[in-house]
């Protein structure tokens, strides 16, 4: 018996040499060694013929025989008859049906728990008696040290395999260049480190409230389709929370424990690390541990891997939008498809510009700007953005089903405008990847043209500018000073000095070609008094309404909104707090 504790500190060896000392000693047909692991008693070694059962043979510790003298910790004896003992279990494949006898004896820790069970059979006519039941004892009580050293040695061992491992995945995960790299390699290291049936990662939706896959392995694993079982897993990220069974998000797999792993970073919750033990087998302490490690190396990877994709990506965003501005529509197109954005298949081009008598120098807008930024990169399942720190321009991939879809973006961008004191303007809608310079010009003059029209904030599609696309680009130095500018600024400053809006009424009159009564509904008066209104601008301005060329007079005054000639006569007047009135 000392040869034996003294021949190997591994377990396998050792509890094998037990079986074939007892077995020599008691004359009995099998002998089993089961271990409590994670509260259960799993079969470490087993008589040669019964070798193929060694670690498939499990039991709680209210199961069987074993599982009372486990519990108790007190030796059992059963002379003949064992399989009639209610407390039996019957394994088939331990064939227990042929055997007489039983001994079943624990074996103590120094710390006086139980820490696995000798069991002995015996066919009939062979029974076994007290001695043997007295030999049994007093071999669990030499052995239960060894054993207990040999378990250490093997947790060290394995621990030591495990850092190994460990150290191998850090290696490779560090390697990989994307998400979608990492993933796979987290997946299957996960899997191959706890020994686990299944194994997936999830990446934490920007707003919290959903999960997407990054990675499974094996590759072939289902999603989760059950909105239930993400939202318990979205609660392992609070701890304590409780989590679907394994079968809840695997139903197909034969799994019987799930382990769920936030992925953190920084404080930043990023994703979740879920992985599924095979049948009969679950996750122990190690086990978690390991996944901690995992998740942590997951989580800092994937964090670099998304700074480095941000960079890169504006990196090549900007070089889109330079390219863009120069009119180089084949360089710009080339851009656009690294990040995605298809130029053959309908798009918009955006800019955005501050409203409301704003700078794009400021720090508020430039706040405002990348709140913007983020909202636009929402609105299109593919978007280019950049968000300052001057204007925020962005191409939106609307996809084959762009004309459907403009409408909506339209509304959207008019909301995002007015929340965050914004002018953004749209271009028309294109299919060719030849027009993108053209469509980023056109967003360009709509934006423009916006901070003139649109007062706090709001949105404006090119398509609607009108007339004010042939004046955008005039400078205010080479605007025409003639009559039709002469009798405008009259105007303005009129409305500033009375707070007025007889430059309004004029432009409404001149929009619906000289009908009083269709200006007078657009204004919400009565049509006499518009005609006041009319009289009172011919007598200021010395303009013949029925007589004059009304089209410069209506081009005068759009260069004038375009100029900002209203706005800067408010200020001069009532100061700027007043401008947000126009």
Request: charged share 25%.
């Amino acid at each position: 018996m000392i040869n034996l504790v003294a021949s190997s500190i591994e377990l396998g060896p050792m509890l094998q040499g037990i079986v074939d000392l007892a077995t020599e000693a008691t004359d009995c047909h099998a002998c089993f060694i089961y271990l409590l692991e994670a509260g259960l008693l799993t079969m470490r070694a087993a008589s040669p013929v019964y070798a193929n059962a060694v670690g498939m043979v499990q039991m709680r510790l209210d199961e069987g025989l074993t599982g009372w003298v486990a519990r108790h910790k007190a030796p059992e004896f059963i002379r003949e008859g064992a399989m009639a003992d209610p407390r039996m279990k019957f394994f088939p494949v331990l064939e227990e049906e042929r055997f007489q006898s039983m001994v079943a004896v624990p074996i103590i820790s120094r710390a006086g728990e139980t820490i696995g069970v000798i069991v002995l059979h015996t066919e009939a006519p062979r029974e076994f008696t007290e001695d043997t039941l007295k030999l049994l004892v007093h071999i669990a009580s030499l052995v239960s040290g060894a054993i207990e050293n040999a378990q250490l040695y093997d947790q060290q061992r394995r621990r030591v395999d495990a850092l190994t491992s460990l150290s191998g995945l850090a290696q490779e995960v560090a390697t990989a260049d994307d998400a979608g790299e990492i993933g796979r390699a987290v997946t299957d290291g996960t899997r191959r480190l706890l020994g686990a049936q299944v194994c997936q990662l999830y990446r934490l939706d920007r707003d919290g409230g959903g999960l997407t896959l990054l990675s499974s392995s094996p590759d072939a694993t289902p999603e989760p389709e059950a909105l239930s079982a993400t939202k318990l897993l979205l609660a392992a990220f609070d701890g304590g929370a409780s989590r679907p069974p394994a079968r809840t998000l695997w139903p197909e797999l034969e799994v019987s424990d799930l382990l769920v792993t936030p992925l953190v970073s920084g404080g930043e919750r990023l994703g979740l690390l879920c992985a599924g033990a095979p049948a009969r087998r679950p996750f122990t302490g190690e086990d978690t541990e390991m996944a901690r490690a995992i998740a942590h190396l997951a989580a800092i990877a994937i964090k670099r891997a998304e700074l480095i994709e941000g960079l890169t990506n504006a990196n090549i965003v900007k070089d889109l939008f330079e390219a863009l501005a120069a009119g180089a529509s084949t360089f710009a197109a080339t851009k656009a498809a690294e990040v995605r954005c298809d130029l053959a298949r309908p798009f918009l081009m955006l800019c955005a510009e501050p409203a409301g008598g704003r700078e794009q120098g400021s720090g508020a807008w430039r706040a405002a700007a990348e709140a913007l930024g983020r909202d636009v990169a929402e609105l299109a399942g593919r978007t280019a953005v950049e968000a300052g720190p001057g204007p925020v321009r962005a191409v939106l991939a609307l996809g084959t089903r762009g004309a459907e879809r403009i409408e909506e973006v339209a509304r959207a961008c008019r909301e995002l405008g007015r929340r965050h004191g914004a002018s953004i303007g749209l271009s028309e809608l294109h299919a060719s990847a030849s027009e993108c310079a053209r469509a980023y010009r056109q967003a360009l003059d709509a934006a423009m043209i916006g901070r003139a029209l649109l007062g706090p904030g709001g949105a404006i599609g090119y398509a609607e500018v009108g007339a004010y696309r042939y004046l955008v680009h005039i400078a205010a130095e080479n605007a025409p000073h003639d009559r039709m500018r002469a009798a405008v600024d009259r105007l303005i400053e009129y409305d500033a000095r009375r707070r007025t809006s007889l430059l309004d009424t004029l432009e409404r009159y001149l929009a619906e070609r000289r009908s009083v009564i269709e200006s007078a509904r657009e204004l919400f008066i009565h049509p006499n008094t518009l005609r006041q209104r009319l009289g009172r601008i011919e007598e200021l301005t010395g303009l013949k309404l029925d007589e004059d060329d009304l089209l410069s007079l209506e081009l005068a005054i759009k260069l004038a909104r375009l100029h900002g000639r209203p706005a800067e006569a408010v200020a001069r007047h009532h100061g700027p707090r007043d401008l947000a009135s126009l």
